[in-house]
């Protein structure tokens, strides 16, 4: 069973950044798509940025276009979402996955928040 473990979360003040990093417990290297999601009380949970290197396709939700950047270091089976000119509404908890599609993802982090205040 593979173990996706995320951090990298805390406050921060709006307009600050913060770096999110998910280490896989095996190598993804047989695993194309590894991305981002997020959930906040009493919403939906919602994709964020997601990058799958079968098909060299990456995608960010609008939200965060410009703003967020996700990258891949196959050789630490390590995802990461580097996150600038945090807003608010970016309070969330993020959750890491991977699977072999996009609309397969088997495997899940337990998550770490990102708080962005003012």
């Known amino acids: 069973q593979v173990q996706l473990v995320e951090s990298g979360g805390g406050s921060v003040q709006a307009g600050g950044s913060l770096r999110l990093s998910c280490v896989a417990s095996?190598?993804?290297?047989?695993?194309?798509?590894m991305g981002w999601f997020r959930q906040s009380p009493g919403q939906e949970r919602e994709r964020v940025a997601i990058?799958?290197?079968?098909?060299?396709?990456?995608n960010y939700a609008d939200s965060v276009k410009g703003r967020f950047t996700i990258s891949r270091d196959s050789a630490k089976n390590t995802l990461f979402l580097q996150m600038n000119n945090l807003k608010p509404d970016d309070t969330a908890m993020y959750y890491c996955?991977?699977?072999?599609?996009?609309?397969?993802?088997?495997?899940w982090g337990q998550g770490t928040q990102v708080t962005v205040s003012s």
């Open positions: 996955a991977a699977g072999p599609y996009t609309s397969t993802l088997n495997y």
């Open positions: 095996i190598s993804t290297a047989g695993i194309s798509c």
């Open positions: 990058m799958c290197t079968r098909t060299n396709y990456t």
